[in-house]
């Protein structure tokens, strides 16, 4: 039996704290608000850009997942929920001298700055140009110069319960396809998302660094395309490329629309974990016949 704390538990990490307790761990849930956690989950209130609401962390913690999120769109929310937050959770790690045996950090593939349909993994440059991934960046430098063993996991774009802005794009006619050459796309079910940091948690060695998409890097012309036809809908129209919009949020908005890669996850695969969902079409088919269910 582990003690883990999942700082930032929002949706992935309320699914990874319920697979966890009923593998037997004693889980904390760090959030503002955390009277709506399950019941498997013990409360913790907190704010990660607060050090002064980080005093009561759970002592002789195991493990600890890094799972927040921005509040918004702004480079100053990125900055604060992935590298002030977590500095501050490191710095309370060690003043009250907690030894975890492994730090995971919730990273994104925005990380990576290709946009030429190229493919990436682990070893690939990665040097974003957005605010959002640059920020994101320096959290995983950060947790990497801490004292403990820690793991980054980059994953694409998470789709699921609750996140079906795809479906409803294509369903209300508000979708459109990009114009000239495939634009690359990578995603992950949240199911998998959490159940691969199980998987890296209970992993008895780790590298420091795993993508976590799933097997297909598919076009959003080919993911849209096949949307339509499940739903029985019109094909989503072509759409012209819109010239990047000058500095800010709106500017880091345009490069990640315009962003194409195709990312490896084969390190995360050769380490023994097996998708539920490997594809598009195994993920959204699931979550079409649940909306049909109810």
């Known amino acids: 039996m582990a003690r883990i704390l999942i700082a930032g538990c929002g949706d992935v990490g309320t699914v990874l704290g319920q697979h966890l307790h009923a593998a037997g761990h004693v889980v904390w849930g760090l ?11 013990r409360p913790l209130a907190a704010d990660l850009t607060d050090p002064a609401s980080l005093n009561r962390l759970p002592p002789d913690l195991d493990f600890i997942v890094y799972s927040a999120a921005a509040a918004g769109f ?12 977590l500095q501050n959770l490191l710095a309370v790690l060690q003043q009250t001298g907690q030894r975890p045996r492994r730090l995971l950090f919730a990273s994104s593939t925005s990380v990576y700055g290709q946009r030429e349909g190229e493919w990436v993994d682990e070893h690939s440059p990665a040097e974003a140009d957005g605010f959002s991934g640059r ?44 114009a000239g050459p495939p ?13 691969a940091l199980q998987h890296l948690l209970e992993l008895p060695q780790a590298e420091r660094l795993y993508v976590a998409v799933d097997d297909d890097p598919a076009p959003l012309d080919e993911v849209l395309s096949w949307l339509a036809r499940q739903l029985g809908v019109a094909r989503p129209p072509v759409a012209d490329r819109s010239p990047l919009k000058p500095g800010g949020a709106e500017r880091d908005s345009a490069m990640r629309l315009r962003a194409s890669k195709r990312c490896r996850n084969a390190r995360l695969r050769a380490s023994g974990f097996e998708f539920r969902y490997p594809g598009y079409r195994e993920g959204y088919a699931a979550l079409l016949a649940e909306a049909t269910a109810r």
């Open 74 to 85: 702004s480079e100053a929310q990125y900055r604060a929920a992935y590298r002030e937050g």
């Open 135 to 178: 920020c994101i960046r320096a959290g995983e430098e950060l947790l990497w110069d801490s004292p403990w063993p820690s793991v980054a996991v980059r994953f694409g774009g998470i789709y699921g319960p609750g996140r079906t802005r795809l479906i409803d794009s294509v369903r209300e006619g508000t979708a459109t396809r990009p």
């Open 31 to 41: 959030r503002r608000r955390p009277a709506d956690l399950p019941a498997a989950i």
């Open 183 to 195: 634009v690359y796309t990578n995603r992950i079910h949240r199911d998998d998302c959490a159940r």
